[in-house]
């Protein structure tokens, strides 16, 4: 199956500041989706880029996708205490039928 | 309000027994999802389905069972075949397989007793 593999594990900052997570994958894909998961919640679909698009922003967020490195970033702008989550990427390929998360980006943002 | 519903939000099993998680969606998503999640982990899938009357196994279907009889409900059994079943149960349902977002639940906590 695919899966993404998220970097760093955690992150801690001060609010205001930028936030930058990673997403590595194996394989080609179709596309990547980016979520969010509050404590203890079920996961909350942030954006999804696709394979022929290198980069899409929503917000404050910004997501960049770079298939000849089978890497993908999320960029969080201007950061608040409420942005505090952990965050998972999920690469798609069509073949396989579904997608896989890895372990996650744990964000701290401090106020 | 549409969405997906999992319920009990928290479950508690004594070693040996079946217990059955229940999602149910209203919207109308013909693809739906379970993941398992272990504190500090990611979602690792256990069975998805596609369709009515169909579905596969994930990455950890062994000790689980699923059923898809009807579009909006999809439920759950932990089996006693499960060496390890405490963790964070989470549904998810999506209307395709291709390019769509998928809408999650909030979770159904188990823990063996």
Known sequence: SQQGEEDPQALSIQEGENATMNCSYKTSINNLQWYRQNSGRGLVHLILIRSNEREKHSGRLRVTLDTSKKSSSLLITASRAADTASYFCAPLNTNAGKSTFGDGTTLTVKP | ?113
């Open chain 2, 1 to 113: 309000d549409g969405g997906i519903t999992q319920s009990p939000k928290y479950l508690f099993r004594k070693e040996g027994q079946n217990v059955t998680l229940s999602c149910e969606q209203n919207l109308n998503h013909d693809a739906m999802y379970w993941y398992r999640q272990d504190p500090g982990q990611g979602l690792r899938l256990i069975y998805y389905s596609q369709i009515v009357n169909d579905f596969q196994k994930g990455d950890i279907a062994e000790g689980y069972s699923v059923s898809r009889e009807k579009k909006e409900s999809f439920p759950l059994t932990v089996t006693s075949a499960q060496k390890n079943p405490t963790a964070f149960y989470l549904c998810a349902s999506s209307p395709c397989i291709v390019d769509c977002e998928a809408f999650f639940g909030q979770g159904t906590r188990l823990t063996v007793v």
